[in-house]
């Protein structure tokens, strides 16, 4: 097959590489040349920032000029071309729906080229990058309008999570291909040849808004159990000194009906999918006069839970956040990526501004560059110019008042040693993902502990080391 990858992003960057390994001839397009030069390049710190997935650049490597080639210009290689897969972005706009510039810009330029082209064969374009449901019909318009002959449009959408890119495009759990004609199916199935017929993955064929929807509905059903156990579990935990959270877990999700998955309590969930595709769920029910009190919910318990603990730190714990340092450990909005969309990292440094910090003392193992180049620009608000930058988690505690814990790095379970070597009680450790299994310990010996999904705990030492963060000290409601 001669397939199109439109758009060399997180999503298509990763397709076109492994759609290239399958022996296909793949022209990988996007409209950035700096992009281009850098796939083109081979050069690793190159690629990786900016798509950062293991495996990525050893299949780009693999396939490059054999059956992967990259390219800013799509005319030389329009002719021939069996599948164009749409990979865009498609951001949110305020009101929550869908930026779908870059995609009709993107579908206009095909249809020119499309329309145009000497050969008859079918090509069909095939929507990858999450888009409201009803899309497909719109590129087919698009195409129409331009006058486009023999042409099928088709729904493929992508379920990859960041950071398993490579592996989740070799091995899916699922194909789910939403097409209008036999002919359009068959095309598709011999792009996935590997894949049909699979004892272990399912592929599904259906209609283009069936396949728009799938993408819609899995996602926000994901974010779902992220806050269900965030809006009860956490709760729970947070009430009654006695429940044990990872119990809790054990017990819920030992009934094989119940998802593992989601179970676990954190300061929100971020990335570019999860915030981004309910906003727009939510607006494409409205539009249509649908109630959506249920998605409502779900998205405002996730936001909610994003700065939650630092209210918490005030109202239970008593903690002044003016004028106070705080180390704040993970960026990312996750572990193993330096992708720091939606973030909860970001409405927690925002926090932290707005309640008065003098510095943010900041450390992820890969999102610095990130951090610093793209969000807390201080440009952008003179404030972020009191985020500093830091080499070690030793280095970020160094010196600090309190601690944040706001992504789920492995590297942060064994903070406690960290923490009673760079900070002396009194100390507020603040923990959004439960990452110190030590935490009575450092209780102990004099620090305060408050975690997303239990009861704050105050520092057990002797009074006198009690101090800017036990309640004895400081009356929180004067204190806030
Ligand atoms: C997600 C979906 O998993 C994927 O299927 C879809 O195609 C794109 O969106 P991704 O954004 O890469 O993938 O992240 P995921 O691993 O799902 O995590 C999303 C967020 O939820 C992260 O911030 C993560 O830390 C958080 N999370 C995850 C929780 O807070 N609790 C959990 O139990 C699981």
Redesign the pocket.
Known sequence: MKIIVVGTGFVGLPHAAVLAEAGHEVYAYDIDQNKIDAYRSGDRERIEEIVNEPGLVEAIEETKDRYLFFTSDLAPIIEGTDIVFMCLPTPPKRDGSTDLSYYTNAAHRLGELLAKRQDERRVVLVNKSTVPIGTARVLQKILEEHGVKNFGVASNP??????GAIEGSRRPDRVVVGADTEEDFDRLRRVYSQFVNHVRIRYLETTPETAESIKYV??TL?LT??SF?NGIGARLGEIYPNLRMEDLKIGVTSDSRIST????V?N???????GKDIQSLIYQLNRAGRSTDLLQAVYNINEYQKTYLIDRAVYEAGFNFNNKKVALLGLA??KRTNDMRD??ALKAVEALLARGVSEIRAYDPLAMNEAQRTWFNPEKNHLFSRITYHESPREAIEGSDAVYIS??WEEFRGLATTIEKAAPPPYLIIDGRRMLPDYRQLVAKGYAYLAVGDVYLKPEAPAEKTGANGQERVPAAAEA
């Open positions: 992508e379920f990859l999570a960041q950071g899995a996602n994901l159990y992220i156990w998955w989601g179970s676990y954190s929100g969930a971020g990335g570019s999918c999860f909005f996750k973030s909860s992504t789920d």
